[in-house]
Nanobody, 121 residues
């Protein structure tokens, strides 16, 4: 089994900062990419940012210059530093990992349980 456990969500005022963390654990052979998605009430889940292993990071236009993704490959952990938060950033944030459990396994997407981020005064 593979588990992705997120932490770091909460309530913050506009202009504030939060840092999300997500640790992947279990039977993992290789992680090909890790990233973050979010889903606001009444809206579809959308990409926030992804960081492929050895590849280029990409960000949604709405978060460029404000959010920063980073990874600690030794800990199978991904972080999301969120600065200059806006009310429209309010959503449930989901961690994603594309990985293989064994050398013969196909690439498979795994998801965290989600963590609520609320930006409000």
């Amino acid at each position: 089994q593979v588990q992705l456990v997120e932490s770091g969500g909460g309530l913050v005022q506009p202009g504030g900062s939060l840092r999300l963390s997500c640790a992947a654990s279990g039977s993992i052979f290789a992680i090909h990419s890790m990233g973050w998605y979010r889903q606001a009430p009444g809206k579809q889940r959308e990409l926030v940012t992804t960081m492929p292993t050895g590849g280029s990071t990409n960000y949604a236009d709405s978060v460029k210059g404000r959010f920063t993704i980073s990874r600690d490959n030794a800990k199978n952990t991904v972080y999301l530093q969120m600065n200059s938060l806006k009310p429209e950033d309010t959503a449930v944030y989901f961690c994603n990992a594309e990985l293989r459990r064994t050398v013969l396994s196909p690439k498979t997407d795994y998801w965290g349980q989600g963590t609520q981020v609320t930006v409000s005064s």
